[in-house]
């Protein structure tokens, strides 16, 4: 199987800046695509960043000039560098992964436990 490792959350105040990581291992085989998902209590989990291999880039409105994801797809590594923080940005924010695995073909998602992001004000 493939493990999703997330590091890099933590508290911070208002206007700081935080920097995720999520480093893919195992079965992995190819990865055609990296995300950051996020779900504060009461909310839906949703999609904030999204790469390709490529290196094509989508965000959420909320976070368009604020968040910036970038991948070492040698390393199989994702992240998400969080600028100018919002206490509405709290939430605990997942991992994905789109790929393959040796013992398959079928591209099949992979996630993360998750790392907790608290924005005080």
């Known amino acids: 199987q493939v493990q999703l490792v997330e590091s890099g959350g933590g508290l911070v105040q208002l206007g700081g800046s935080l920097r995720l990581s999520c480093a893919a291992s195992?079965?992995?085989?190819?990865?055609?695509?990296m995300n950051w998902y996020r779900q504060a209590p009461g909310r839906q989990r949703e999609l904030v960043a999204t790469i390709t291999r490529g290196g094509s880039t989508n965000y959420v409105d909320s976070v368009k000039g604020r968040f910036a994801i970038s991948r070492d797809n040698a390393k199989n590594t994702v992240y998400l560098q969080m600028n100018s923080l919002k206490p509405e940005d709290t939430a605990r924010y997942y991992c994905?992964?789109?790929?393959?695995?040796?013992?398959?073909?079928?591209?099949?998602?992979?996630w993360g436990q998750g790392t907790q992001v608290t924005v005080s004000s």
């Open positions: 195992g079965n992995i085989f190819s990865i055609y695509s």
């Open positions: 994905n992964v789109e790929g393959t695995i040796w013992t398959r073909s079928t591209v099949d998602d992979y």
